[in-house]
Nanobody, 123 residues
């Protein structure tokens, strides 16, 4: 499984961005996908996750109501729509995937990772 992120950039506080993650290789109806982020000097943290059917989504508290994760299985793409961005959202954002139906918020439990895309929010 290969993951390729895009959509990062430099924006101002209050702006929106949409990140995309193209998933190639083996996929199945038992895959879950997630977005993590890592700021300089900080640990990688869970942002949002989604099951294959999109029936279950999970968000970290600080992004609830501002970020929306979705997926288009026909195109093998996972999205992260980010609105009302804050400077503290600045980080490298990583797409992750796992074979299985369990949605985890720990980066240690994901097997596949993209290379990351930088998001910088200026105040």
């Amino acid at each position: 499984v290969q993951l390729t992120e895009s959509g990062g950039g430099l924006v101002q506080a209050g702006d929106s961005l949409r990140l995309s993650c193209v998933v190639s290789g083996r996929t199945s109806s038992h895959d879950v996908s997630a977005w993590f982020r890592q700021a300089p000097g900080k640990e990688r943290e869970f942002v949002a996750g989604i099951t294959w059917s999109s029936s279950i989504t999970l968000y970290r508290g600080s992004v609830k109501g501002r970020f929306t994760i979705s997926r288009d299985n026909a195109k093998n793409v996972v999205f992260l729509q980010m609105s009302s961005l804050k400077p503290e959202d600045s980080a490298i954002y990583y797409c992750a995937a796992n074979i299985g139906s369990n949605l985890y918020d720990s980066h240690n439990l994901y097997s596949y990772w993209g290379q990351g895309t930088q998001v910088t929010v200026s105040s």
